[in-house]
């Protein structure tokens, strides 16, 4: 795996009561002359609590101009009536003191199939001017069958449209809600939420003041909006028969002779008078002009008939909507039909033309072509250009018809046919994401199924980045479906082919199928890789002891089959967890392990990989030209082979060196070299880590504002990706900043809040560097605080014995006793 301990974001101080607020700067602007950090932290060595929130101010020029989003979708073609309840949308929008100015919160509730989401987008549209700070839309898809969208993925959503940048939005759903809310707080803005199942779904989205209009809509009632938040609420129910007329006409004017009204009134009683049937209805009678609505209707009638007899009566309106749904599909070619019911096996939110063509085993060419047919007819959704998805009571359909019509040899084709896609564009990926990483190895391709190929890191980035959404209901369907080969080798190649930024969040969930599928089929090696690969995900949250029992279950693994190159790798991944907590012997003596394997297999990159492990522990001991040599050696292999990752790991390294031998410049220069690399990779779980050491060197070289711009967006990538420990070291390097700039008041808050964070998470090593920063910036007001911090810090230092370690105790010894 990677040559440096895995990198990371951060997450909330859970335990210590923090509430953190970071508001990022323009993303490629630095902060100017008077850029500062201030917060307001108190007292959390010593009472363990810590109120208010760090801030990061950009005084320097005028601001950006805050994007004003334009979310909302178009509105339904041929809409008609509605007229009682768009006058009542339109009088939440005054109060009874006839204050436009307060708006507030409206449900529009109703059954499935009553176009809840057509009224709002009608209404919005009207009404859009009067917001013009912009206008925000989610699809919360709170009934599809997969998985709904959880707050956090809308907060982050809307954040990233109101101008956060995407790497700067916390990870904590409490935390991403304070942060939306404050950048609502003086805008005038139309928020669609769309699709809800429940008030905790919906809750974190609302606005903290009342000069928004939030539209929420939802097949339940969502009462606790109504108790607690005072949402005023409309209950949307069939059409009367006089509008469910009109639009019948309305969406088949022009294509049909005028039909009588009499008959037209007939055929929306069967469709129970709910717009989405009379949709897809009309466009039926659309597609056959010729047809008489006599025989239209009598279709519809038998058709109903049939499924009033399979309905059990509990939910009437469903019923009329799945007849009419299968009057329509049943006037479907059969290939188009065979295609809609088989893309109801898809597990994800959205798929594209490929992936369609591998599940229904036709060419993308004639794919096409029975897309177009389904969005033709309203019976699939066209999202971007190759990318399609269902209505919810669609795919719920769609599937159901998949069941009854479809041979279970023909579904389980299917399935086989989709996974198998998958994992080779995959696999196709991870060669151009994750070039230098020991990947698994697969069969070639089967005959019938065309993988994607890409031609570069960015358009196989681009690609995973699409079907992200996808990749663990896929591994889920796999399992579900018996299909336990898929199951093991999905997460395997996926561990590899996720964008850095998004694999540590999501992959462990597909990793602990997979690990469990792997068993089932005896398969050793791939059971060795994901549990590795699971020790890396909990090496990036900190879990220690979790991380090291699953490396040790792959090295146990490993050694038992003799596999000496995955040996060398689980000794790497071990060697790893001790040096993220600076155990730098047992850190060395598993590196150096792993060096003499890879040395015996003949491995150039991971030799190199190797050396430049052993030169962070030279470096962290203090054996500094031990340490330069090494670093120099590695980089020198790293860009012979091209590894750009392993580049940027070993120029933090060599600039962490520079920095001790007070080479600055140089420092610097590495420094920006690698966070430039990580940029290039879009590895912002990387940059995170690699700004810590840049913003290090322009503090060392009196860049104060330079130093501050790198550790806010550390810190807002740390808190992202969820390393809770290097967020706090990103707060010591603020507090540092700040102590060298004569600010020790805001110096000793940032101080207080890293030790806390380091202290919760067990961190001895790091608890104790905060420490001694805090007492250096109290010493001139509050010298016995000072003292006492010092004494603790010299406690927590007693066990590391290494040179730096003994030079920082002497160090801090001399400041007690006032020789220092």
């Known amino acids: 795996m990677a040559a440096a301990p895995t990198p990371g974001g951060g997450g909330p101080i859970q335990a210590t009561g923090v509430e953190e607020r970071m508001a990022a700067p323009d993303e490629d602007q630095h902060l100017g002359a008077h850029a500062e950090i201030s917060g307001a932290a108190r007292d959390v060595v010593q009472a363990g609590s810590v109120s208010g929130g760090v801030h990061f101010h950009d005084h320097h020029g005028d601001q950006p101009r805050s994007p004003r989003p334009r979310q909302l979708p178009r509105g339904v073609r041929g809409f008609v009536n509605r007229t009682k309840e768009l006058g009542e949308l ?4 005054t109060n009874d003191d006839g204050d436009d100015r307060f708006i507030g919160i409206c449900v529009i509730a109703g059954t499935a199939g009553a176009g809840k989401t057509a009224l709002a987008l009608r209404w919005t549209h009207q009404i859009q001017e009067r917001f013009p700070d912009g206008q925000l839309y989610v699809n919360l898809r709170g009934y599809d069958p997969g998985e709904p969208v959880g707050s956090h993925d809308a907060l982050r959503r809307f954040l990233i449209a109101l101008g956060i940048a995407a790497d700067a939005v916390p990870t904590d759903t409490d935390d991403a809600a304070a942060l939306y809310r404050s950048l609502l707080a ?10 809800a199942n429940s008030v905790a779904q919906v809750r974190p989205l609302l606005p903290g003041h009342s000069r928004c209009l939030v539209i929420v809509t939802s097949r339940g009632r969502l009462s606790g909006l109504s108790v607690h938040d005072g949402a005023h609420r409309i209950s949307l129910g069939t059409l009367p028969e006089p509008e469910a007329v009109a639009l019948l006409r309305a969406v088949t004017a022009g294509f049909r002779p005028v039909d009588d009204d009499a008959k037209l009134a007939e055929l929306s009683r069967l469709c129970a008078r709910l717009p989405l049937a009379l949709r897809i209805a009309a466009e039926r009678a659309v597609t056959h002009p010729h047809m008489g609505l006599d025989d239209l209707i009598a279709d519809l009638r038998d058709e109903s008939a049939l499924w009033d007899a399979l309905d059990t009566g509990d939910e009437d309106e469903a019923g009329t909507v799945r007849s009419v749904f299968s009057w329509s599909y049943r006037a479907l070619p059969e290939d188009v039909a065979r295609m809609f019911r088989l893309l109801g096996l898809h597990p994800g939110p959205d798929f594209g033309i490929e992936a369609a063509a591998a599940l229904s085993g036709t060419s993308v060419r004639r794919t096409r ?60 990926a991870q060669h151009f994401i994750t070039p230098t990483e020991q990947q698994v190895r697969i069969n070639p391709p089967d005959d019938g199924v065309a993988p994607l190929t890409f031609t570069n890191y960015d358009t196989a980035v681009d690609w995973s980045e699409r079907e992200h959404a996808n990749f663990l209901p896929l591994v889920r369907l796999a399992e579900k479906s018996g299909f336990d080969e898929y199951a093991c080798l999905l997460p395997a190649v996926l561990w590899n082919t996720q964008v850095p930024s998004t694999r540590f969040a999501t992959w462990s969930p597909a990793g602990k199928i997979g690990v469990a599928a792997a068993r089932r089929v005896g398969n050793r090696a791939i059971e060795a890789a994901l549990l590795d690969y699971l020790g890396y995900v909990h090496t990036h949250f900190h879990r220690m002891a979790d991380s090291r029992k699953f490396q040790h279950a792959a090295l146990e693994i490993r050694r038992e089959s003799g596999d000496l190159r995955g040996e060398a790798t689980s000794l790497n991944a071990l060697g790893l967890t001790y040096l993220r907590q600076r155990r730098s012997d047992k850190a060395e003596t598993h590196f150096t392990q792993a060096l ?8 150039a990159h991971w030799q190199a990989v190797s050396r430049s492990n052993l030169a962070e522990i030279h470096y962290l001991q203090g054996r500094l030209p031990e340490a330069r040599k090494g670093i120099i050696q590695s980089l020198a292999a790293h860009r012979e082979q091209g590894d750009l990752l392993s580049i940027g790991n070993a120029l933090r390294i060599l600039s962490a060196i520079h920095l001790d031998l007070d080479e600055l410049h140089d420092a610097v220069l590495a420094a920006t070299e690698s966070v430039k690399i990580s940029e ?5 779980v990387l940059e995170g880590y690699l700004l810590l050491d840049l913003g290090n060197a322009q503090q060392a070289l009196g860049l104060f504002s330079d130093a501050l711009a790198s550790y806010q967006r550390s810190a807002n990538l740390q808190r992202r990706h969820g390393s809770r420990d290097r967020e706090a070291r990103a707060w010591h390097g603020v507090g540092e900043t700040y102590r060298r700039m004569g600010r020790n008041d805001e110096a000793a808050d940032f101080h207080r809040r890293a030790a806390a964070v380091h202290r919760e998470l067990g961190d001895a090593w790091h608890e104790a560097i905060a420490l001694d920063g805090l007492a250096e910036a109290l010493t001139n007001e509050r010298p016995d605080e000072a003292r006492g911090h010092w004494t603790e810090a010299l406690r927590l230092l007693a066990d590391y014995d290494d040179p730096r370690a003994v030079w920082t105790r002497e160090r801090i010894e001399g400041r007690i006793t006032g020789t220092g």
């Open 680 to 684: 290039d990779l879009r590895d912002h």
């Open 596 to 603: 003499a394997a890879f040395t015996e297999l003949g491995d």
């Open 186 to 195: 003086d805008r005038h803005m139309l928020i669609l939420l769309d699709n």
């Open 90 to 93: 339109n009088a939440v929008l």
């Open 369 to 428: 072509h029975l897309l177009d047919a389904l969005v033709g007819v309203h019976v699939l959704e066209q999202t971007a250009p190759d990318r399609f998805e269902f209505h919810d009571l669609l795919r719920v359909f769609a599937a159901d018809q998949a069941q009854r019509e479809e041979p279970l040899e023909e579904r389980q084709g299917a399935l086989r046919r989709l996974l198998h896609w998958y994992l080779h564009s995959a696999d196709a």
